[in-house]
T-cell receptor
Framework: GEDVEQSLFLSVREGDSSVINCTYT??????LYWYKQEPGAGLQLLTY?????DMKQDQRLTVLLNKKDKHLSLRIADTQTGDSAIYFC??????????????FGSGTRLSIRP | KAGVTQTPRYLIKTRGQQVTLSCSPI?????VSWYQQTPGQGLQFLFE???????NKGNFPGRFSGRQFSNSRSEMNVSTLELGDSALYLC?????????????FGPGTRLTVL
């Protein structure tokens, strides 16, 4: 079945790195995504990784994918107060001309302490 | 380019009533997906419309329905509202084809059922 799991909370000190973890069950996923949701707002796509990649870096964000263990992580370097939000991991089963169904994890609430 | 817009942003209804939510996708996007977000269940996929046809459907009762118009705008309808339907309803648009169906989310409609 399709299931995506994340821990619910993470607290880090400002300036430290944050690592948010995610596990998924369906190995047929094509793309894996990280979304950010700030209070009262919709979801903002932060980054994504194609399932045949191991790593993707985008400025302060690093995504690591371990396909064997079905484990995805998002590292945020030099965490700032503006990074406080809920982070959702998601997997997509889209292919050419197929439905764009995305399964989301429960979200990890990242809080920053001074 | 304008983002995804959803109307209304907030809605209060009573049990037994019905409600219609609207979503206008990004210009050029042909796919619209709907999600329900609640504190207890997280983000759950409702359905996806592409070129006026429902292409994929989540596990929600028949009280939840939708449609898409020729200009790609979509509406979602919930009939015979229940207290448990109180949630943030998010709509996301995408091109709808191609391998990476990156979805862009609107700000959501917060529905409260009394």
């Amino acid at each position: 079945g399709e299931d995506v799991e994340q821990s619910l909370f993470l607290s880090v000190r400002e300036g430290d790195s944050s690592v948010i973890n995610c596990t998924y069950t369906d190995s047929s996923s094509t793309y894996l995504y990280w979304y950010k949701q700030e209070p009262g707002a919709g979801l903002q796509l932060l980054t994504y990784i194609f399932s045949n990649m191991d790593m993707k870096q985008d400025q302060r964000l690093t995504v690591l994918l371990n396909k064997k263990d079905k484990h995805l992580s998002l590292r945020i370097a030099d965490t700032q107060t503006g990074d406080s939000a809920i982070y959702f991991c998601a997997e997509s089963f889209a292919g050419y001309s197929s439905a764009s169904k995305i399964i989301f994890g429960s979200g990890t609430r990242l809080s920053i302490r001074p | 380019k304008a983002g995804v817009t959803q109307t209304p942003r907030y809605l209060i209804k009573t049990r037994g009533q019905q409600v219609t939510l609207s979503c206008s996708p990004i210009s050029g996007h042909r796919s619209v997906s709907w999600y329900q977000q609640t504190p207890g269940q997280g983000l759950q996929f409702l359905f996806e419309y592409f070129s006026e046809t429902q292409r994929n459907k989540g596990n929600f009762p028949g009280r939840f329905s939708g449609r898409q118009f020729s200009n790609s705008r979509s509406e979602m309808n919930v009939s015979t509202l229940e207290l448990g339907d109180s949630a943030l309803y998010l709509c996301a648009s995408s091109l709808g084809s191609g391998r990476n169906n990156e979805q862009f989310f609107g700000p959501g409609t917060r529905l409260t059922v009394l």
